[in-house]
């Protein structure tokens, strides 16, 4: 059974300076440009943002 429903989403937790938490889902539709996407909507610092962003690639 090769079905693409049967991956489980990997769920990175990204913790900010000031102890906010982002919660990205990476999943096999998710490309590049969306991970960025998720990294600038949510308010966390630079390093945050760019560890989100790294973690998804």
Request: glycine content about 8%.
């Amino acid at each position: 059974m090769t079905s693409s429903s049967q991956h489980a989403p990997t769920v990175w937790w990204i913790l900010g300076g000031g102890g906010h938490s982002a919660e990205l889902v990476d999943t096999p539709q998710c490309s590049v440009l969306f991970a960025e996407s998720v990294c600038r909507t949510r308010t966390l610092s630079a390093t945050a943002r760019l560890t989100a962003c790294a973690a998804t690639v």
